[in-house]
């Protein structure tokens, strides 16, 4: 099968990661953190927000299954492309929304997919969402992999995660 990748910031990537681990046709969707100048590094370093990365997404998924427009929909419905480094109480870069492209194909359909966000109306606010090159992914640690599904009842996960898995049709 054709397998294809995008890496996704759009705030926390615990929210991100358990959307896209319910969706068909995608075979993993891995946290980490991309978009920075600081080699190899680490959760704590990366929300203190001097490292310059974001809490990213990396999603593989089946492209004669699902086509990257598709998986584009999906993360302009899972977060808010129009909030500058935030999304709801989580403030700063680190939690800025963007996409990393792999090539000229791929930044063509994520350009195209924002023009249709912005055709819709859906957003009064412009979209702040940033298309740039593919760089490192660095995953994050191993208790980052598939936290909601193992935290059900933390905090976090039932009052942030759980609603947007809801409001999705993913729960």
């Not at 600081?38 to 704590?44: F, G």
């Not at 606010?125 to 740039?132: A, E, M, W, Y």
């Amino acid at each position: 099968m054709n397998h294809e990748s995008i890496v996704l910031a759009g705030g926390c990537f615990w929210c991100i990661e358990a959307v896209f681990q319910r969706i068909d046709g995608v075979v993993s969707a891995t946290s980490g953190y991309m978009g920075g100048h600081v080699v190899d590094p680490d959760y704590q370093s990366v929300c203190g927000g001097e490292t310059g990365h974001a809490e990213v997404v990396k999603v593989v998924f089946y492209a004669d299954q699902i086509s990257l427009s598709q998986i584009l929909q999906v993360f302009w419905l899972a977060h808010d492309p129009t909030t500058l480094n935030r999304q709801g109480a989580d403030v700063g870069t680190q939690y800025r929304s963007a996409v990393f492209f792999d090539g000229p194909e791929q930044e063509q359909v994520i350009k195209e997919s924002i023009d249709q966000l912005v055709a819709s109306g859906k957003y009064k606010g412009p979209i702040v969402t940033q298309v740039v090159p593919l760089d490192v992914f660095y995953p994050a640690e191993t208790y980052h992999e598939n936290y909601y599904s193992l935290n059900p009842n933390q905090g976090y996960c039932a009052y942030v995660i759980q609603p947007k898995l809801d409001k999705l049709g993913l729960l």
